[in-house]
């Protein structure tokens, strides 16, 4: 039987909260994309890439803190 983590309160709001997020972010981008409107599109994957650069690295760290 697989090990299942336990729950935490504080940790699995976060999370799902986070995630709600990313889902959010990502419908938001497929209206941009479906606007036909190119300057909005490429504008928003530099954001997405200079974030990446910027806070990609903290995210192996950030559990620590949670």
Request: with cysteine; charged share 15%; glycine share 10%.
């Amino acid at each position: 039987m697989p090990w299942v983590p336990p729950f935490i309160w504080k940790t699995e709001t976060v999370r799902s909260t986070l995630k709600t997020l990313e889902y959010s972010l990502a419908a938001l981008l497929m209206m941009v994309i479906l606007t036909g409107n190119v300057a909005y599109f490429v504008s928003i994957i530099g954001g997405v890439f200079c974030g990446e650069m910027v806070f990609g690295r903290l995210r192996g760290s950030i559990h620590r803190y949670l």
